[in-house]
Nanobody, 125 residues
């Protein structure tokens, strides 16, 4: 079982990045898929999640700027990040949770769910 995140990098404020997380070793179509981030010196926080029925939820801090989607053919979850600010600087992690239903909640992800290794997003002002 593996979640391989990629797409992080360096961008100036106002720019965009597209993160991708490819799942292998399990059928991600039956999992809620989410993105989390951890900024330096801060606790990890939920960013966005998409349910098995493709219903998305977002944290208030990214709503209107970020968009989460699935690519079922590639067993991937995508996070399109627009209008980035220095406050978005963090290591971004993807996760997969088999226990969520029609609606997904960022708070439902647990440590024993599947987690990726993280990809660093750096935003300069």
């Amino acid at each position: 079982v593996q979640l391989q995140a990629s797409g992080g990098g360096f961008v100036q404020a106002g720019g965009s990045l597209r993160l991708s997380c490819v799942a292998s070793g399990f059928n991600s179509n039956y999992y809620a898929l989410g993105w989390f981030r951890q900024a330096p010196g801060k606790v990890r926080e939920g960013v966005a999640s998409i349910s098995v029925y493709d219903n998305p939820v977002y944290s208030d801090s990214v709503k209107g700027r970020f968009s989460i989607s699935r690519d079922r053919a590639k067993s991937a979850v995508i996070l399109q990040m627009n209008n980035l600010t220095p406050e978005d600087l963090a290591v971004y992690y993807c996760a997969a949770d088999p226990d969520q239903g029609r609606r997904t909640r960022l708070t439902d992800y647990e440590p024993d769910d599947y987690w990726g290794q993280g990809t660093l997003v750096t935003v300069s002002s």
